[in-house]
């Protein structure tokens, strides 16, 4: 498997998701790859209408990173399931958090 390569901006890191609403619980489950990109594996209880699934997910990485959730937001793909999610805040100090965060789902 890929190495997950997040996109580092002037207002901090995008992250590549793949959300499946509708699931039995809240997580972050990993990583895969989807259709040649290496993305983050979310799965919310939420359904995906009104923007429900995407409030979820916004609040899931937050809990995930330990950031504020008003840090959190879907920069792209609002209405599919893969997404780019922007966690604002410096790069530097977020691109280690979410390395570790990370390599904890590895050892699972």
Do not use: C, Y
């Not at 893969?82 to 050892?107: H, M, N, S, Y």
């Amino acid at each position: 498997m890929s190495e997950l390569k997040l996109r580092h901006t002037k207002d901090g890191v995008i992250l590549p998701v793949r959300l499946t609403p509708k699931s039995a619980r809240d997580e972050i489950s990993g990583v895969e790859d989807f259709g040649g990109e290496t993305v983050l594996k979310a799965r919310v209880r939420a359904l995906p209408e009104h923007g429900r699934a995407n409030v979820a997910l916004k609040r899931l990485v937050a809990t995930w990173l330990e950031v504020p959730p008003s840090s959190v937001k879907v920069a792209q793909g609002g209405k599919s399931r893969t997404k780019q999610v922007l966690i604002e805040g410096g790069a530097d100090r977020l691109a280690p958090l979410i390395d570790a965060k990370l390599a904890k789902l590895a050892e699972r």
